[in-house]
């Protein structure tokens, strides 16, 4: 595929036509993000825009053009893609739109261990920099210092929520694989992982409680949610267990068909080792479906403690 071409530049604000469709996703706390960017550091960030005569139209960027506008600035550094008409224009734009901006709160976490690490800088410099808590810079660290690669992986990949990784960092990190796929599956939110990381740190709670926790956490909620302050150890039945894990399985598998589909041969080779690292995983799959089909499975059920 040729490579389209573009030009950097720095353009006067009012060469630049508003978006009014940018605009509706456009908040007053992102124009002030980008306010404080330009106070510190200067017109860093530049738009994408497309050009129509003497004007252009925004194409990514909106927030930027308005805090320029706010903070008085008469340029703003550009990129001019070189897309075609205003049909290839609204398609570039709205692809723009669904990418996500590099950095996200593990690199957010990286940057600040190393700047204090390394270089020395205040976290307290830091959080007023970025007008957060210190609070919300220890969490950030927490992401980058304490939470397990794998768990990383789910959160780039989206399956586990910033908010929801920061709790289970708490967790030590030989269980946090486990945990994050379990809430991943069962859908629950940070605030239900916040609930069942806390009951697992406290120093009164049973190595059976802590198992539990781990293995079935929807029953530990439940039964929270019955007899507070209290935890019965009853697994929810295999009946309501297996087929939401098979529905989850089948969209999964739908997605990643659909992923492979489109993805070209430079893409394919970058993902080669993943893809290598799912075949015994469904080799694994396969021998359980097998021994299911073959089997009754266990009659009748032991009883619980």
Known sequence: MATKKSTACTLKVGQIEKNPILALGVSAKDVSEYERVTKAFGNVAPAIVGQRGNMYSMLSGQAKLEAC???????????????????????LSLLLSTVREEGGALSEGAFINILTGQHG??????????KKSKSWISKRQSLDAKLSENVKEMVKGGA?????????????GDLQTGFAAKASMEGLSKAKVAQLVRLYRRGDTSDAV??????DPLAVLGAQAGKP???RLE??????RIPGSIR???RLASELKGFLAEADAEEMETVRASLDSLRPAWADLGAALELARVSPGKQGGGAHD
């Not at 800088?121 to 970025?130: C, F, H, P, T, Y």
């Open 69 to 91: 506008a706010h903070s008085g600035l008469k340029e703003i550094p550009a990129i001019v893609a070189d897309v075609g008409g205003e049909e290839e224009q609204m398609k």
């Open 229 to 231: 302050g209290t935890v």
């Open 210 to 215: 802590r198992d539990a926790i781990l293995r």
């Open 160 to 172: 586990v929520c910033a908010r929801a990784a920061e709790e289970i960092a708490k967790l030590p």
């Open 235 to 240: 697994r929810r039945g295999m009946h309501g």
């Open 121 to 130: 800088v205040a976290r307290r410099d830091l959080a007023k920099l970025l």
């Open 248 to 250: 989850l399985l089948i």
